[in-house]
C-alpha cells in the first residue's frame, strides 16, 4: 500500500485543514463499521500525524497498513481519518497549528508522532486541546506524560528490565556492559543499574565508548584479563602454537583464551557499532557466554551477516511474527494475504492501536459518553507544574468524550500480547528471544 498524501500539511499554510476528511486506498473512501450499530451517522474522526515523507515514510507506511487493517478487519463505529504528513524536523510551532485546526474539525483523537522527539509537544498540546494522543513511540521522559497521552509502545526500560529479570531466573549472578557513553547509552546504562539491584544481578564493570570508535580492544581489555606475551622474545613456532599475529604482538596479548569474569555481557549500539563488537568478541577470543542485546537484533538482515558472531545472543522485542497464538497467526496471515508480506512490531502496534481505538469508540456509543470518573493522573499546568486539576478535563467536546472512552479499556487483547491500561501506558510484557544454530527459540512470550 502506498501512504497517501493527499492529505498534508505545509506549515506555512493552514489551508490544507480546510479539507474533508477522508478514508485513504485501503478503504477507498469508505468508514468503518456496522452502520446499523448505534450513533449511526456519527463518525468518530481521528487524525493520523507521521512522517509520509523522506526516509522515514516507510515506517509509517508499515503502521499505517497495521492499523488501517485493523479497521478493516476487527470493525466497530464509524471511523474517518485523515493522514497528515508530519516532518521529524517539525517543531513546536507547527505542531500546535495542527492540534488547533483539529480541534476545530472535532477531532476526537490524534494518532502519533512515530518517534520521541516530538512527544512533549503532542503532550503539551493534548493538555491544551483536550484531545487524546495515541503514540507507539516509547515515552522515556517524565516532560512526555500528560494525562491525554496513551503510550502503546516498548521503552528501553522495558527491554532491560525483561532481559535483567530473565538473568536472574536463569542463574546469571553478573554481567558486564559496553555501552555507547553519550545518549542513550547512559540512559541504559541507569536500568542496567537499576534492576541489576532489583533482581540481584551483580554489574562486574562497564565500559563505554565514543562514536568514533571502530577498535574495541582497549574496551575489552577492562572488562577481561587477557595473556600477556611479556617483554621476552617470541620464536615464529611459538607465536604460531599461542596464536599470535602482529596485531596482537603491538597490543602485547596472546589469541588464548582470556580470563573471563562475568556471566553475560550487555552489547548496546547501533547495527554498525554491534557488527564491529560481535565480530571483535570473537577474534579476541571472548566467548561462551550469553550476550543480551536490545530489540534492534531481531533482524532477520543483521541475523543472515552475523549470525555467527550471535550464538547464545538473548534479546527482547514486542511481536513475533511465526507466533502459534490464534490472534497472532490471524493477524499475519490477513497482513501478508493484504499486502502481500509478513508484519513487522510497526505494523503489529499499528493493528493493536486501531483495536483499541475501535474498543474506545464502541465503549463510547454504548454510554453515549456517559461520564467517569476524571484521570488519577497529574498533569502539566501552563508553568510546567505537575498539579492534580481535575476541572481541567471537564467539559463536553469530542476530544474529552472520547478521552473519557479510552480510560474505560483497562485491558487489550491484542497481537504484541494482553496489556493493562497503568498511568497513560498500555503496559504488557515482552517477548524474549535466544539465538542458537541459525534459530530463534522463545524464552518468554507476552501471552
Not at 516509547?138 to 516498548?154: Q, R, T
Not at 533482581?199 to 568514533?212: F, P, W
Not at 588464548?256 to 556471566?263: Q, T
Not at 502459534?324 to 499475519?332: E, H, Q, R, T
Request: include cysteine; charge should be positive; charged fraction near 20%.
Amino acid at each position: 500500500m502506498t501512504v497517501t498524501t493527499g492529505t498534508k500539511i505545509y506549515f506555512a499554510c493552514i489551508a490544507f485543514f480546510l479539507a474533508v476528511f477522508l478514508s485513504p486506498s485501503l478503504s477507498m473512501g469508505r468508514t468503518f463499521g456496522n452502520e446499523n450499530g448505534p450513533n449511526k451517522g456519527n463518525a468518530l474522526r481521528i487524525a493520523l500525524a507521521l512522517p509520509t515523507k523522506g526516509r522515514f515514510a516507510f515506517f509509517t507506511k508499515q503502521f499505517i497498513n497495521g492499523l488501517l487493517l485493523s479497521l478493516n478487519k476487527r470493525g466497530g463505529l464509524k471511523i474517518k481519518y485523515s493522514i497528515i504528513n508530519l516532518p521529524v524536523s517539525a517543531d513546536g510551532g507547527s505542531i500546535g497549528n495542527i492540534f488547533d485546526s483539529l480541534s476545530k474539525k472535532g477531532v476526537s483523537a490524534v494518532v502519533g508522532p512515530l518517534f520521541e522527539g516530538q512527544l512533549k509537544y503532542f503532550a503539551s498540546d493534548s493538555v491544551k486541546f483536550k484531545i487524546p494522543v495515541i503514540t507507539p513511540s516509547p515515552i522515556v521522559a517524565e516532560k512526555d506524560l500528560s494525562p491525554f497521552v496513551f503510550s502503546y509502545g516498548m521503552t528501553l526500560k522495558q527491554e532491560i528490565r525483561t532481559e535483567m529479570k530473565y538473568a536472574a531466573y536463569a542463574g546469571i549472578r553478573s554481567v558486564s556492559a559496553i555501552y555507547p557513553d553519550s545518549g542513550y547509552g547512559l540512559k541504559i546504562m541507569s536500568y542496567i543499574n537499576l534492576f541489576s539491584k532489583k533482581y540481584g544481578v551483580n554489574v562486574l564493570n562497564a565500559t563505554g565508548y565514543s562514536g568514533k570508535t571502530v577498535d574495541f580492544f582497549y574496551n575489552f581489555n577492562s572488562i577481561v584479563k587477557f595473556n600477556n606475551v611479556g617483554n621476552t622474545h617470541v620464536s615464529k613456532a611459538e607465536q604460531a602454537q599461542l596464536g599470535i599475529t602482529p596485531y596482537n604482538l603491538m597490543h602485547g596479548i596472546t589469541k588464548s583464551k582470556p580470563d573471563i569474569p562475568f556471566n553475560g555481557l550487555f552489547v548496546i549500539g547501533s547495527p554498525s557499532k554491534l557488527e564491529l563488537i560481535l565480530t571483535q568478541l570473537a577474534y579476541y577470543n571472548i566467548t561462551g557466554f550469553p550476550i543480551f542485546g536490545l530489540s534492534s537484533l531481531d533482524s532477520r538482515s543483521f541475523m543472515e551477516k552475523y549470525g555467527f558472531y550471535m550464538q547464545n545472543a538473548i534479546f527482547p522485542d514486542g511481536f513475533f511474527k511465526h507466533d502459534d497464538n490464534k490472534i497472532v497467526k490471524k493477524f499475519s496471515s490477513d497482513y501478508k494475504d493484504t499486502y502481500g508480506e509478513m508484519p513487522n512490531i510497526l505494523s503489529a502496534e499499528g493493528y493493536d492501536i486501531g483495536g483499541i481505538i475501535i474498543k474506545a469508540a464502541e465503549k463510547a456509543s454504548i454510554s453515549d459518553y456517559a461520564a467517569v470518573s476524571e484521570s488519577p493522573y497529574n498533569y502539566l499546568n501552563s508553568n510546567g507544574v505537575r498539579s492534580k486539576n481535575v476541572s481541567a478535563f471537564s467539559g463536553k467536546g469530542n476530544g474529552v468524550k472520547f478521552y473519557r472512552a479510552l480510560l474505560k479499556v483497562k485491558t487489550f487483547n491484542g497481537v504484541c500480547g494482553i496489556s493493562k491500561l497503568t498511568g497513560g501506558r498500555f503496559r504488557k510484557p515482552l517477548y524474549l528471544f535466544k539465538y542458537k544454530n541459525n534459530k530463534i527459540y522463545i524464552l518468554e512470550s507476552p501471552f
